[in-house]
């Protein structure tokens, strides 16, 4: 499958982003899909589209994981959040919520981060301590969900009590050598896209590199415990490296799981790989949630 994604890259690419990333339906209408048995609704309370997953059977109460969805910041809707975390909310057994946030070019940083913000802020008001919710984020999404706990901690807030992030997009300057190395492989991304969008979200290009467009150029005193999943195949790879060892260098419990072959985002391709990988997600962030 993975060969004639790559055969066909262009035309996967193209239909991929025009069916499920770029999609904008209401949030009731998202909320009516039945995916991996659970059930959602529409939240009430927040100016922009999100929605409350709720999984057939639900383990920890009071525990809620905030989905914050890829796309390069400049693509994604409602239909692809509840397509990506609903899966990975089933094998927690744990509910989420998940949003759609402005995208870039209309709105570059921060407005992503400042909606991410409000949600999470949205939670902690409707009752869930810090340290029961959980960040879920693929690709931008692991980008949006390391700047937020950023801010968070230089604000002075309490932090979320765990991380799970999907081939995170960490690195928009392309320093990393599977950018190069890897762009033949890579049966999704095109490194000059991405490129784009990224001067798209940073405003400029002499931006990149900073900590707050790039969390893989900042430091992660202070970080909850974090899970990384990443396909050996896609031009990623070097940001979720580089991103492990920068969080191992300040102590954090973080731990990379390379999955030999897979692409980007495998997890939403319904692969025996991206179901494996759904329940390493799930069996993580219950452990951790449960725990606390």
């Not at 397509?83 to 407005?111: G, K, M």
Request: glycine content about 8%; some cysteine.
């Amino acid at each position: 499958m993975l060969g004639i994604i790559r055969s066909h890259k262009k035309l996967a690419s193209s239909v991929s982003n025009g069916m499920l990333m770029k999609v904008d339906i209401p949030v009731e209408q998202a909320a009516m899909f039945r995916v991996n048995g659970t059930s959602a609704l529409p939240v009430n309370g927040l100016d922009m589209p999100a929605m409350r997953i709720k999984p057939s059977k639900v383990l920890v109460d009071d525990a809620v994981l905030l989905h914050l969805h890829g796309g390069a910041y400049v693509s994604g809707g409602l239909l692809q959040c509840r397509a990506l975390i609903s899966p990975i909310c089933a094998e927690a057994c744990i509910r989420a919520v998940t949003f759609s946030y402005r995208l870039a070019p209309e709105h570059s940083y921060p407005a992503q981060l400042d909606d991410a913000y409000k949600v999470y802020q949205f939670l902690r008001s409707a009752g869930f301590e810090a340290k029961k919710i959980g960040l879920v984020g693929e690709s931008a999404g692991g980008n949006l969900a390391l700047a937020l706990t950023l801010r968070l901690r230089d604000e002075g807030e309490e932090l979320p009590g765990v991380l799970a992030l999907l081939s995170p997009w960490v690195d928009l300057a392309q320093t990393g050598e599977s950018y190069r190395t890897l762009k033949d492989v890579d049966a999704t991304l095109n490194a000059e896209e991405l490129l784009q969008s990224a001067i798209a979200f940073a405003g400029s290009e002499d931006r990149l590199t900073a900590p707050e467009i790039s969390p893989a150029y900042a430091d992660f005193i202070g970080f909850p415990p974090t899970l990384i999943q990443c396909g050996t195949s896609e031009i990623l790879l070097s940001d979720s490296e580089k991103l492990e060892k920068a969080m191992l260098r300040d102590g954090v419990n973080a731990h990379l799981v390379r999955w030999e072959g897979m692409c980007h985002v495998f997890q939403a391709f319904g692969f025996e790989e991206s179901k494996a990988a759904n329940h390493q997600l799930g069996i993580f962030l219950y452990e951790h949630l449960r725990n606390h």
